[in-house]
């Protein structure tokens, strides 16, 4: 069974929260408090609780905790943060970013068909949802020619058999 909540005009939309310099105190001090109430959660296995103005306390989702924590450190850092439904939709020059990529290089991928994209009008929307998924797979492709490269090195060194060609390949590592 699914519960729809009324969310807040905006909220299916990126937002950005950017630390007031007057509440960098305030924001260091709660940091502090969360990594104290983790560290409580983690030898009790307990789960922390929001309590209301009438003193009701409700345990707080371990999810939500740790996103809580990642902010509260975030802002305590003087970092900005954006939060992103994930199936917003974004702008090329908005999925480049949040991929670390030139916009060029986000659309040959696009047209290459490595990432899912809409194109509604003249320009190109690409999901939050479809940007993760490629990030997660680019990744594991990466894990997995390190892994193999791995493999090729040591099957290499295992084929030399003169002492001088492995001297020679343990001077070239060195460097």
């Known amino acids: 069974m699914s519960t729809s909540i009324d969310m807040p005009r905006g909220a299916r939309q990126a937002q950005t929260y950017l630390p007031e310099t007057d509440a960098r105190e305030e924001i260091l001090d709660f940091a502090l408090l969360l990594r104290e109430i983790e560290v409580l959660r983690t030898q009790n296995s307990s789960r922390a609780a929001l309590v209301d103005p009438q003193g009701n306390a409700r345990p707080i989702p371990d999810e939500i905790f740790r996103i809580l924590d990642q902010v509260t450190n975030a802002l305590a850092a003087g970092e ?3 939060v992103v439904p994930q199936g917003v939709s974004m702008t090329t020059q908005q999925a480049a970013d949040f991929l670390g990529i030139s916009r060029p290089t986000l659309v040959r991928l696009l047209e290459a068909g490595d990432i899912a994209y809409d194109k509604p009008g003249r320009h190109r929307r690409v999901r ?3 940007l993760i998924a490629y990030q997660e797979s680019f990744r594991a492709e990466r894990r997995a020619a390190m892994r193999e490269l791995q493999r090729a090195g040591l099957d290499a060194r295992a084929q030399v ?7 020679r390949l343990s001077e070239l ?3």
């Not at 058999?161 to 001297?167: N, T």
């Open 173 to 175: 590592d060195a460097e």
């Open 80 to 82: 900005g943060i954006t």
């Open 161 to 167: 058999r003169d002492p001088a060609d492995l001297k």
């Open 128 to 130: 939050l949802g479809d």
